[in-house]
T-cell receptor
Framework: AQKITQTQPGMFVQEKEAVTLDCTYD???????LFWYKQPSSGEMIFLIY??????QNATEGRYSLNFQKARKSANLVISASQLGDSAMYFC????????????FGTGTSLTVIP | GAVVSQHPSWVICKSGTSVKIECRSL??????MFWYRQFPKQSLMLMAT?????????EQGVEKDKFLINHASLTLSTLTVTSAHPEDSSFYIC???????????FGPGTRLTVT
């Protein structure tokens, strides 16, 4: 079974609008971490936001927030006030201690911000 | 923040030759380093995990004799692609983890083209 599932291969959003990128995960480990990374065309992986499985509050980092629904095993990324520079690939990832803290990545979502 | 560098950033080599890619943690000691491969428009796939001073652990399907990994110091890991073939052309990304930390810090990646 896939550890991380991103069902949106591509998304479009109007500049200044908000967009939600979906991510669901699968783990039996009670302790895990969820991450979102942005990968522009240059290839570098840019860390955006982190949510720990025991965190009570949804994580927020500037225009990024993580909608963490533990019972549904979802960790959607919300980008508010989209900017043209947000156009990139976005990867959801999970760190699982019982596999040596290895990272599992989803297949990614390509986001295009339309002016 | 923690910085990881990779060298070279891109390389073109002829089929049958070997290529070495370096991954360095610049401001921390990385007890564990990870090597990923990413084909165009695909996700990152973990190739191997290397711990300083010990042999790398390869993921299923990754040929250890073809992708030689050396993690001889706490700040340097190398990936050597031996007898490269065009199908080895890919984007190779390393990440590094500091002792006692769960976080992985990613390098900027190396784009390998085998002609």
């Amino acid at each position: 079974a896939q550890k991380i599932t991103q069902t949106q291969p591509g998304m479009f959003v109007q500049e200044k609008e908000a967009v939600t990128l979906d991510c669901t995960y699968d783990t039996s480990d009670p302790s895990y971490g969820l991450f979102w990374y942005k990968q522009p065309s240059s290839g570098e992986m840019i860390f955006l936001i982190y949510q720990g499985s025991y965190d009570q509050q949804n994580a927020t980092e500037g225009r990024y927030s993580l909608n963490f629904q533990k019972a549904r095993k979802s960790a959607n990324l919300v980008i508010s006030a989209s900017q043209l520079g947000d156009s990139a690939m976005y990867f959801c990832a999970m760190r699982e201690p019982n596999t040596g803290n290895q990272f599992y990545f989803g297949t990614g979502t390509s986001l295009t911000v339309i002016p | 923040g923690a910085v990881v560098s990779q060298h070279p950033s891109w390389v073109i080599c002829k089929s049958g030759t070997s290529v070495k890619i370096e991954c360095r943690s610049l401001d921390f000691q990385a007890t564990t380093m990870f090597w990923y491969r990413q084909f165009p428009k695909q996700s990152l796939m973990l190739m191997a995990t290397s711990n300083e001073g010990s042999k790398a652990t390869y993921e299923q399907g990754v040929e250890k004799d073809k992708f030689l990994i050396n993690h001889a110091s706490l700040t340097l890991s190398t990936l050597t692609v031996t007898s490269a073939h065009p199908e080895d052309s890919s984007f190779y990304i390393c990440s590094a983890r500091e002792q006692g930390s769960y976080e992985q810090y990613f390098g900027p990646g190396t784009r390998l083209t085998v002609t």
